[in-house]
C-alpha cells in the first residue's frame, strides 16, 4: 500500500498521487508491481525498498549520486510479528530514501513511529529534509525509551508474583523480556555508530544551521541515554534472576532435607516392625502385651529422633 503526503496549511495531508514535496510511505501489504513503478519513475534502485523487507538488516545508511538512504531499525511489541523468535519485543527496519524534495519510507510493518507523524502526533514540515529526517530519528529513539519502561514494569510485575510462587510462564515472560533487551542493546549500539558517523560526514547537511545541529547532537545524546538505560535494565534483569535462581535452588535444598528427614525417623518403626515380623524367636513374641511394648518403644524412639532433628532444624 502506497500512500503520499503533502505539508497542506501546516498540516500532514494525503493526496491521491506523487507531487513535488511529497512524503511517500509504503506499508503492508505490498504491492510490488506499483513499487517497482514508483523505482523506475523515480530512477532509485528497487532494492532501496526491499531492504526494509528484511528483518535482520541492520541501521546503515548510503548515498548513490542524487540518491541518499538510510535504514533504521524502530522498535516493536512481538504481537505474534516475528515468529522466528520469542522476545516480547523486537526491532523491526525502516527505509528512508530522499531524492531531490521527495521522501520515501518503507516499513516491514504498520508501526507507531511512522504512524504517530502521520497522525499529527507531532508537528512534521517535510519540505525540510533534514529537520524532517531528525524528527523520525527522535521519535525513534523516544520508542526505545517508552518500551524500555514498559520492560522494567513487566518486570517489577514478576518481581510481585515472585513472592506468590510464579509458575513457569512467568519465567518464560522474563527470558521474552531478556531477548528483548539483546535486541534492543544491539541496534541502539548499531543506531548510534550510525548517527555518530552521519553527523561527522555532515549526510543531512545539519551544519548549515546551528538549531539542526545542535538538535542532532541532542538526539545523539538521548541515544546514549537510551544505551545506558539497555545495559542498566539487562544487568538488573540477569543479577536479580541469579538471586531468584539462588532462592529456589535454596528452597529445593530445604524441601529435601525435610523430605530425608521424616524418611528417617519413619524409618525407625518400619525396621522394628520389620524385624519382628521375622519366622524366629523374638523378645516378647510370647508376651501378650507384646505389641503394646514394641509400639511403645518405637514411638519413643520417633519423638527423640524429632526432636533431635527440629533442634538442628533439620525438620
Known amino acids: 500500500m502506497i500512500t503520499y503526503y503533502q505539508n497542506i496549511d501546516n498540516k500532514i495531508q494525503e493526496v491521491t498521487e506523487l507531487q513535488e514535496n511529497c512524503w511517500v510511505n509504503i506499508y503492508p501489504p505490498f504491492d510490488y508491481e506499483a513499487i517497482k513503478t514508483l523505482s523506475n519513475k523515480l530512477d532509485i534502485y528497487i532494492d532501496y525498498f526491499s531492504d526494509a523487507l528484511d528483518i535482520d538488516e541492520q541501521s546503515r545508511y ?3 549520486d542524487d540518491v541518499k538512504f538510510i535504514l533504521i531499525k524502530t522498535p516493536m511489541r512481538n504481537d505474534h510479528l516475528v515468529s522466528s523468535t520469542r522476545a516480547s519485543f ?3 527496519p525502516i527505509s528512508i530514501v530522499i531524492k531531490g524534495n521527495i521522501i520515501i519510507t518503507t516499513s516491514l510493518f504498520k508501526n507507531p513511529l511512522i504512524d504517530s507523524i502521520i497522525n499529527h ?3 512534521t514540515v517535510f519540505e525540510d529534509l533534514p529537520n524532517f529526517i531528525l524528527t523520525i530519528f527522535e521519535q525513534n529513539i523516544n520508542y526505545f525509551h517508552y518500551y524500555l519502561r514498559q520492560i522494567n514494569l513487566k518486570f517489577n510485575e514478576f518481581e510481585r508474583k515472585f513472592e506468590n510462587n510464579p509458575d513457569n510462564s512467568d519465567f518464560l515472560d522474563i527470558l521474552h523480556l531478556q531477548n528483548a533487551l539483546i ?5 541502539l549500539r548499531a543506531y548510534n555508530l550510525m548517527l555518530v558517523k552521519m553527523k561527522r560526514t555532515n549526510f543531512l547537511n545539519t551544519r548549515s544551521s546551528e538549531d539542526l545541529d545542535d538538535y542532532f547532537d541532542e538526539i545523539i545524546i538521548e541515544n546514549h541515554q537510551a544505551i545506558e538505560m539497555t545495559e542498566v535494565y539487562s544487568r538488573i534483569l540477569e543479577s536479580t534472576m541469579h538471586t531468584i ?3 529456589l535452588s535454596n528452597n529445593v535444598n530445604l524441601i ?4 530425608t528427614g521424616v524418611t528417617m525417623v519413619l524409618m525407625v518403626p518400619s525396621l522394628i516392625s520389620g524385624l519382628w515380623g521375622m519366622n524366629v524367636p ?6 501378650a502385651y507384646g505389641f503394646y511394648v514394641l509400639s511403645i518403644l518405637a514411638l519413643a524412639i520417633v519423638m527423640i529422633i524429632s526432636l533431635l532433628f527440629i533442634k538442628r532444624k533439620w525438620l
Open 256 to 259: 529435601m532435607k525435610r523430605l
Open 90 to 92: 523486537v526491532t523491526i
Open 121 to 123: 502526533k507531532r508537528k
Open 282 to 287: 523374638v523378645p516378647f513374641q510370647n508376651n
Open 62 to 64: 548510503e548515498e548513490d
Open 245 to 247: 535462581t539462588s532462592i
Open 183 to 187: 535486541f534492543f542493546e544491539t541496534n
